[in-house]
């Protein structure tokens, strides 16, 4: 028996759902993007769902555009990261409270 | 020779424009030069025109306007029988009056300002005169009353002229109103604002329509002309310099409400009722100001007052049909009015600049020309027989009596008890004036009258007293010529005419011999309370100061306080609070923290991606 | 693909990723995170992608975790694991139990009509086509945002020299 398109669905909402949760909820910068990278995968899952699902190949083409974007965004990310490290020594998000810019 | 019709009216502008662009850089006495010649250079176009307006008349249509769907209002000038003769009188008398002005104004260092408006007014007059249509003619009805406004107030760092400018402009705008409503009615109803095409299309009009744009021409003119109710401006009006007085207050302007109302007599004779209220207006407005007149104490306002008498005189022709008549007596009327102001604008010279005419006196004894002159006038105003003013005032008072019916009979009583107040107010003034003792203090100053001012009264004097005979009784040479236009009277009967003739002469040596038992050689005496009430015209100013000015600026004041600091002030100021606090409140939510930004973030995403599902579920 | 074997994997990278995303110690989150990519390779495979399975091992797996390792190794201090206050957790474990709940109830009042997905495989070659045949202004607009993201890093990433060291 063939996988029906609402299971890969509901497996892309429940990945979706531990890396939104994850991105929210934890406190260190480096497991928001890794929260970040897990609904990049899961978006990718229901891309590539869909591609079987109609059988056609524009799923899986967006697929490769969006690892293309989840590298640019890991590289940039990072970079963040180890720049706020180096600044303010520290990797906590509660800790950023100058974004109001005054 | 048609051609130069235009330039009756563009001569006097093209000299306003002169002096308004050259006149700092001429000579001092340039701008009065170029006032007066331009205002005689159009006299005497005029006067070489006149022929060409006999029947027909000429027009001239300039260029279009405002031309719209189904309505058009050319630039055009008519040039009648109607509009001849008041064109002819107001250029000849403004001229001279001009001529008057540059040496009245000789000293003055805004000669230049004056002379402008001077001219300005003149044209403005005149495109009320030969407008041929209400576009036109509502034109310079509104740029005689800005004249008007600009030289009451002329010297106006004394706030009381500033003050008078400004209510002349405000009460007449009030008459302005009814008149514009009147013209727009018109184009709406008829299609079109000509006044030729709109006195022929008269009848059509339906008889309320033709009452209720009677009674709005009316208060149109009574703005304009100082007639009751809208009459308590003139008064104040004297405050002007006094050739301003006798151009504008006195022969020209005052006399366009009249002049409206013969220029559109078929239309308000369409409404016997309209017209009724015309004459009624006028005599009472007659006989209130010749009350007013008798116990004035500066001389300009006895003149002012007597002007609006005398054009009071002029409505009630208006408003009987007699357009002949009404006209007869605006024409000599300006003539003899004109001389009137102009002598006491020497003889207040004479006495420093002294206005009141309890501390005048004697002056015959060294200005005798004067006093002739102004016994000229006197005897014309009074309408002492054979004079212009006689023969005018008793062809208005003869249409009154022959049109029979107790109204018209109660007007002709009015008519002929305003005659006698007439006659008692002006010889009042000729012995108050000239003749008793001198009474004026005596560190008054006299300033001398140059020639100018003299010049000029001579002609007006002889054409005030022989003016009768451009109008004689029984088959008149301005009747003959108004036939194309107005019906002509209706011939009375000639015992009739002689008894009218005979009781007005009575009235007037009644009047003489009324004034020389009261103030020959004796000092004023002291003021009763009734002569107050009728020294400030019956309380008018105090009346629409209590009935109208008093409750509007209550009424401001209320909207000053409550509607605009309470309701504006505080709706926006309560709106700015409301803002300010939501949005304190709302920074508040952005304080910087990276987290916050974050749940908000998500929070976001996580609304977008539920409202997608339920917008799957329950499509 | 089996269903089974779908959710055999799937449910394998479940618990990685909740497991992953609990974890204190973050190279041992990366390295669940590792193990629940691996199981996703292998449900794309089954889904008939197999060229992004490849690229969610060589890229995913292999370049961007070992990223993540390598910028842990060079953070010093490395990053302090604070705990947090469960009362701070309630309103995201809402909204995230709300969010699978929604997509349950898609699940059970699906279509219905789709017995499952269909035996369908798109080569490599396919899929390379597609892409640089039919989406290449896609393929451009995202080699710039690579570029754009390489320069952003380099410059995040330079050191600060002290201007003293400065010639």
Same mark, same amino acid.
């Given at each position: 028996?063939?996988?029906?398109?609402?299971?890969?669905?509901?497996?892309?909402?429940?990945?979706?759902?531990?890396?939104? $949760?994850?991105?929210?909820?934890?406190?260190?910068?480096?497991?928001?993007?890794?929260?970040?990278?897990?609904?990049?995968?899961?978006?990718?899952?229901?891309?590539?769902?869909? $591609?079987?699902?109609?059988?056609?190949? #524009?799923?899986?083409?967006?697929?490769?555009?969006?690892?293309?974007?989840?590298?640019?965004?890991?590289?940039?990310?990072? $970079?963040?990261?180890?720049?706020?490290?180096?600044?303010?020594?520290?990797? #906590?998000? #509660?800790?950023?409270? $100058?974004?109001?810019?005054? | 020779?048609?051609?130069?019709?235009?330039?009756?009216?563009?001569?006097?502008?093209?000299?306003?424009?002169?002096?308004?662009?050259?006149? !700092?850089?001429?000579?001092?006495?340039?701008?009065?030069?170029?006032?007066?010649?331009?205002?005689?250079?159009?006299?005497?176009?005029?006067?070489?025109?006149?022929?060409?307006?006999?029947?027909?008349?000429?027009? =001239?249509?300039?260029?279009?306007?405002?031309? =719209?769907?189904?309505?058009?209002?050319?630039?055009?000038? &008519?040039?009648?029988?109607?509009?001849?003769?008041?064109?002819?009188?107001?250029?000849?008398?403004?001229?001279?009056?001009? &001529?008057?002005?540059?040496?009245?104004?000789?000293?003055?260092?805004?000669?230049?300002?004056?002379?402008?408006?001077?001219?300005?007014?003149?044209?403005?007059?005149?495109?009320?005169?030969?407008?041929?249509?209400?576009?036109?003619?509502?034109?310079?009805?509104?740029?005689?009353?800005?004249?008007?406004?600009?030289?009451?107030?002329? *010297?106006?760092?004394?706030?009381?002229?500033? =003050?008078?400018?400004?209510?002349?402009?405000?009460?007449?705008?009030?008459?302005?109103?009814?008149?514009?409503?009147?013209?727009?009615?018109?184009?709406?109803?008829?299609?079109?604002?000509?006044?030729?095409?709109?006195?022929?299309?008269?009848?059509?009009?339906?008889?309320?329509?033709?009452?209720?744009?009677?009674?709005?021409?009316?208060?149109?003119?009574?703005?304009?002309?100082?007639?009751?109710?809208?009459?308590? *401006?003139?008064?104040? +009006?004297?405050?002007?310099?006094?050739?301003?007085?006798?151009?504008?207050?006195?022969?020209?302007?005052?006399?366009?409400?009249?002049?409206?109302?013969?220029?559109?007599?078929?239309?308000?004779?369409?409404?016997?009722?309209? +017209?009724?209220?015309?004459? +009624?207006?006028?005599?009472?407005?007659?006989?209130?100001?010749?009350?007013?007149?008798?116990?004035?104490?500066?001389?300009?306002?006895?003149?002012?007052?007597?002007?609006?008498?005398?054009?009071?005189?002029?409505?009630?022709?208006?408003?009987?049909?007699?357009?002949?008549?009404?006209?007869?007596?605006?024409?000599?009327?300006?003539?003899?009015?004109?001389?009137?102001?102009?002598?006491?604008?020497?003889?207040?010279?004479?006495?420093?600049?002294?206005?009141?005419?309890?501390?005048?006196?004697?002056?015959?004894?060294?200005?005798?020309?004067?006093?002739? &002159?102004? /016994?000229?006038?006197?005897?014309?105003?009074?309408?002492?027989?054979?004079?212009?003013?006689?023969?005018?005032?008793?062809?208005?008072?003869?249409?009154?009596?022959?049109?029979?019916?107790?109204?018209?009979?109660?007007?002709?009583?009015?008519?002929?008890?305003?005659?006698?107040?007439?006659?008692?107010?002006?010889?009042?003034?000729?012995?108050?004036?000239?003749?008793?003792? !001198?009474?004026?203090?005596?560190?008054?100053?006299?300033?001398?009258?140059?020639?100018?001012?003299?010049?000029?009264?001579?002609?007006?004097?002889?054409?005030?007293?022989?003016?009768?005979?451009?109008?004689?009784?029984?088959?008149?040479?301005?009747?003959?010529?108004?036939?194309?236009?107005?019906?002509?009277?209706?011939?009375?009967?000639?015992?009739?005419?002689?008894?009218?003739?005979?009781?007005?002469?009575?009235?007037?040596?009644?009047?003489?011999?009324?004034?020389?038992?009261?103030?020959?050689?004796?000092?004023?005496?002291?003021?009763?309370?009734?002569?107050?009430?009728?020294?400030?015209?019956?309380?008018?100013?105090?009346?629409?100061?209590?009935?109208? /000015?008093?409750?509007?600026?209550?009424?401001?004041?209320?909207?000053?306080?409550? /509607?605009?600091?309470?309701?504006?002030?505080?709706?926006?100021?309560?709106?700015?609070?409301?803002?300010?606090?939501?949005?304190?409140?709302?920074?508040?939510?952005?304080?910087?923290?990276?987290?916050?930004?974050?749940?908000?973030?998500?929070?976001?995403?996580?609304?977008?991606?539920? *409202?997608?599902?339920?917008?799957?579920?329950?499509? | 693909?089996?269903?089974?074997?779908?959710?055999?994997?799937?449910?394998?990278?479940?618990?990685?990723?909740?497991?992953?995303?609990?974890?204190?110690?973050?190279?041992?989150?990366?390295?669940?995170?590792?193990?629940?990519?691996?199981?996703?390779?292998?449900?794309?495979?089954?889904?008939?992608?197999?060229?992004?399975?490849?690229?969610?091992?060589?890229?995913?797996?292999?370049?961007?975790?070992?990223?993540?390792?390598?910028? @842990?190794?060079?953070?010093?201090?490395?990053?302090?694991?604070?705990?947090?206050?469960?009362?701070?957790?309630?309103?995201?474990?809402?909204?995230?139990?709300?969010?699978?709940?929604?997509?349950?109830?898609?699940?059970?009042?699906?279509?219905?009509?789709?017995?499952?997905?269909?035996?369908?495989?798109?080569?490599?070659?396919? @899929?390379?086509?597609?892409?640089?045949?039919?989406?290449?202004?896609?393929?451009?607009?995202?080699?710039? @945002?690579?570029?754009?993201?390489?320069?952003?890093?380099?410059?995040?990433?330079?050191?600060?020299?002290?201007?003293?060291?400065?010639?």
């Amino acid at each position: 028996m063939n996988v029906p398109l609402e299971h890969a669905l509901l497996l892309a909402t429940a990945v979706f759902g531990i890396g939104l $949760s994850c991105a929210l909820i934890r406190r260190e910068l480096l497991f928001v993007l890794l929260g970040v990278e897990i609904m990049l995968c899961a978006a990718g899952l229901a891309l590539v769902a869909g $591609s079987a699902a109609w059988r056609q190949p #524009d799923g899986q083409v967006f697929w490769m555009l969006l690892l293309a974007i989840a590298a640019a965004e890991v590289a940039v990310g990072l $970079s963040l990261l180890l720049h706020l490290h180096r600044r303010r020594r520290t990797g #906590d998000v #509660d800790e950023l409270r $100058s974004l109001r810019g005054e | 020779m048609e051609a130069a019709l235009p330039l009756i009216p563009l001569l006097p502008l093209l000299g306003s424009a002169l002096i308004l662009l050259l006149g !700092r850089r001429l000579p001092p006495a340039a701008p009065g030069l170029i006032a007066t010649a331009t205002v005689a250079a159009s006299a005497a176009v005029c006067l070489a025109l006149f022929p060409l307006s006999a029947g027909e008349g000429i027009r =001239a249509r300039l260029f279009v306007w405002i031309a =719209a769907e189904g309505f058009a209002a050319p630039f055009g000038l &008519l040039f009648d029988p109607l509009s001849a003769p008041m064109a002819l009188m107001v250029t000849a008398v403004s001229a001279l009056i001009h &001529l008057y002005a540059t040496g009245y104004m000789r000293e003055d260092p805004s000669r230049v300002r004056f002379f402008v408006l001077f001219n300005l007014f003149v044209f403005a007059m005149l495109l009320i005169v030969l407008a041929d249509n209400l576009a036109i003619l509502f034109v310079g009805w509104e740029g005689v009353g800005f004249c008007s406004y600009a030289l009451i107030g002329f *010297w106006y760092r004394e706030p009381k002229n500033a =003050a008078a400018g400004q209510k002349a402009f405000l009460v007449t705008r009030v008459g302005d109103v009814f008149l514009l409503i009147a013209m727009l009615w018109l184009a709406s109803d008829l299609g079109t604002l000509g006044i030729r095409e709109i006195n022929g299309a008269a009848p059509a009009l339906p008889p309320d329509t033709a009452t209720a744009i009677g009674v709005l021409l009316l208060l149109g003119a009574a703005g304009k002309s100082a007639q009751l109710p809208l009459m308590t *401006w003139l008064p104040d +009006a004297m405050a002007g310099p006094t050739p301003v007085s006798a151009l504008i207050h006195a022969a020209t302007m005052v006399t366009a409400g009249a002049y409206l109302l013969c220029r559109l007599n078929p239309l308000l004779l369409q409404s016997p009722a309209a +017209a009724a209220a015309v004459a +009624a207006i006028g005599a009472l407005t007659a006989l209130y100001a010749a009350l007013s007149a008798l116990f004035q104490r500066e001389i300009k306002r006895v003149l002012a007052y007597s002007t609006m008498s005398q054009v009071g005189y002029m409505l009630l022709g208006a408003g009987l049909g007699a357009v002949g008549a009404a006209l007869f007596h605006l024409i000599v009327h300006a003539f003899f009015k004109a001389l009137l102001f102009m002598a006491a604008g020497c003889v207040i010279h004479l006495f420093g600049g002294e206005n009141d005419i309890t501390r005048m006196g004697g002056l015959k004894k060294t200005k005798r020309a004067l006093f002739w &002159l102004f /016994v000229a006038g006197v005897l014309c105003l009074a309408g002492a027989p054979l004079t212009g003013g006689f023969f005018s005032k008793d062809a208005i008072l003869l249409a009154a009596l022959s049109r029979g019916g107790w109204f018209f009979a109660l007007l002709f009583g009015l008519g002929i008890a305003t005659a006698l107040l007439t006659a008692v107010y002006s010889f009042r003034l000729l012995y108050l004036v000239f003749l008793g003792e !001198r009474r004026a203090s005596p560190d008054a100053h006299p300033h001398s009258v140059p020639r100018a001012m003299t010049v000029p009264l001579w002609p007006l004097a002889a054409l005030g007293l022989f003016g009768g005979l451009m109008n004689l009784p029984g088959g008149g040479l301005l009747d003959g010529w108004l036939l194309p236009l107005a019906a002509p009277p209706e011939p009375a009967s000639h015992a009739a005419e002689w008894a009218l003739a005979a009781a007005a002469a009575l009235m007037v040596l009644a009047g003489w011999a009324l004034a020389q038992r009261r103030y020959r050689g004796a000092a004023p005496a002291p003021e009763t309370g009734a002569a107050r009430a009728f020294r400030s015209g019956l309380f008018a100013d105090e009346l629409y100061q209590r009935a109208l /000015v008093r409750p509007f600026k209550a009424f401001s004041r209320f909207c000053r306080r409550v /509607v605009d600091g309470r309701v504006i002030d505080g709706g926006l100021e309560g709106g700015a609070r409301l803002l300010a606090s939501s949005g304190g409140w709302l920074s508040r939510l952005s304080n910087g923290s990276v987290s916050r930004y974050r749940l908000a973030l998500g929070l976001g995403l996580l609304g977008m991606l539920g *409202w997608m599902m339920v917008s799957v579920l329950w499509p | 693909m089996n269903l089974v074997a779908f959710w055999i994997f799937g449910g394998t990278a479940l618990l990685a990723l909740v497991l992953c995303v609990t974890r204190r110690n973050a190279v041992h989150a990366v390295l669940y995170l590792l193990g629940a990519f691996l199981a996703i390779a292998a449900i794309l495979f089954g889904l008939g992608a197999p060229l992004p399975a490849a690229w969610q091992v060589l890229v995913y797996a292999g370049a961007i975790l070992v990223l993540f390792l390598f910028v @842990l190794m060079t953070l010093h201090p490395p990053p302090a694991m604070k705990p947090r206050r469960a009362r701070e957790l309630v309103l995201p474990a809402l909204v995230a139990a709300g969010n699978l709940a929604g997509a349950l109830a898609l699940v059970l009042a699906g279509s219905g009509g789709r017995e499952g997905l269909p035996g369908y495989v798109l080569p490599p070659a396919a @899929l390379g086509r597609a892409l640089f045949a039919d989406a290449w202004i896609g393929v451009e607009a995202v080699s710039f @945002l690579l570029l754009f993201a390489a320069v952003g890093a380099f410059w995040l990433g330079r050191r600060e020299d002290p201007p003293k060291e400065r010639p």
